[in-house]
């Protein structure tokens, strides 16, 4: 049987970092070049035929709409090539759920997109980043990780991008986890076990890529926050905001207030948490606020979801309140 080919688009991060020293706890993000990288890899004899191209070698801290278009038009086109199986990208892990959240909510599932990344850079004590990616080759490269939308492959744990997102700033044990769903499947170089049936299978894309992301802020609710924080935040420009509130989304009634006034104005309000996990249902109030619950997505990710959605012409509450429930 002839090996699958994989095309792996690189974007740094700390999986291609270097600190100099295997003790050393600072690093820098995005120093090993796809070509090196690759090099290292097909010495451990993977049953897969691996091609790479540099998107960008940076921290995903910096990741934006640019490095975002330049990564979909290349998944595009690999999706339209018969030649190729899947594709893998190696990420930061600081915005990695960001850029699977987007890819998936504008790619359709009908090849393997699986993200990567690592916790310590490439040259530490105990570095997960070669495991995590040979883990995501063998994801990518199985035909049933096809119709599941984007992937994310870290620690051994396959999470959907709906559900990923980080809950440690450091170690590589449970780094990631997923919500409400948790893992998936799990993975290691040698087995991958999925836990239920690709979800997907026959869709499309569900929103066209945007050419522009409109200015939608993340407001981070505080005790004694006062109403002026919102004037802040929320220029001339500002299309949407999305509270990440305290609790099930709430928020000091001034600030509730300041932002009922600025929804009657066209100003699409979304409700969020700051917990790391549980959801934001709608409350009896949210109809005459004109407000908006974000369900099961932190508020990192109904910012996405908030501005793929007013990209694509979006402006109906009812229908953002739907795409919610729905993500």
């Excluded at 690189?10 to 820098?28: L, M, Q, V």
């Excluded at 070698?57 to 934006?64: K, L, R, V, Y």
């Excluded at 009896?284 to 606020?289: G, I, L, R, T, Y």
Aim: glycine content about 12%; charged content about 25%; aromatic content about 4%.
């Amino acid at each position: 049987m002839k090996a699958p080919h994989l095309l792996v688009l690189a974007t740094g991060g700390t999986i291609a970092g270097i600190a100099g020293s295997p003790t050393r706890h600072d690093y820098r993000p995005g120093q090993i070049g796809i070509e090196d990288w690759l090099e290292q890899v097909r010495g451990f004899g993977l049953a897969a035929e691996l091609s790479g191209k540099q998107i960008a070698n940076i921290g995903s801290e910096d990741m934006g709409v640019p490095i975002w278009a330049a990564l979909h038009g290349e998944i595009e086109k690999a999706m339209a090539d018969p030649a190729i199986d899947g594709i893998v990208i190696t990420h930061g892990t600081d915005t990695a759920e960001e850029t699977a959240f987007l890819l998936d909510l504008t790619l359709p599932p009908k090849k393997p997109v699986v993200l990567v990344g690592a916790m310590r850079p490439a040259d530490a004590v105990g570095s997960d980043g070669m495991r995590n990616f040979v883990n995501a080759v063998r994801v990518a490269s199985d035909p049933d990780a096809a119709g599941r939308g984007v992937l994310l492959v870290m620690g051994d744990r396959i999470l959907a991008a709906r559900d990923a997102r980080k809950v440690r700033t450091r170690g590589t044990d449970d780094a990631f986890r997923g919500f409400p769903r948790g893992s998936v499947g799990i993975v290691t170089p040698a087995a991958l076990e999925w836990f239920g049936n690709p979800w997907r299978e026959g869709e499309g894309a569900r929103y066209a890529f945007p050419d522009a992301l409109p200015d939608v802020p993340i407001l981070y609710v505080g005790a004694g926050m006062p109403a002026t924080s919102v004037a802040r935040i929320c220029g001339s420009d500002t299309k949407g905001v999305v509270i990440a509130g305290a609790g099930e989304g709430n928020m000091p009634e001034a600030v509730r207030q300041t932002l009922k006034e600025r929804a009657g104005s066209g100003l699409v309000v979304v409700r969020a948490s700051r917990v790391d996990e549980g959801l934001v249902d709608r409350e009896p109030e949210d109809a005459s606020n004109q407000f908006v619950a974000a369900r099961a997505l932190n508020p990192q990710k109904a910012r996405i979801l908030l501005q793929v959605l007013i990209a694509n012409g979006e402006s109906d509450l009812d229908h953002i309140q739907a795409a919610f429930d729905n993500p």
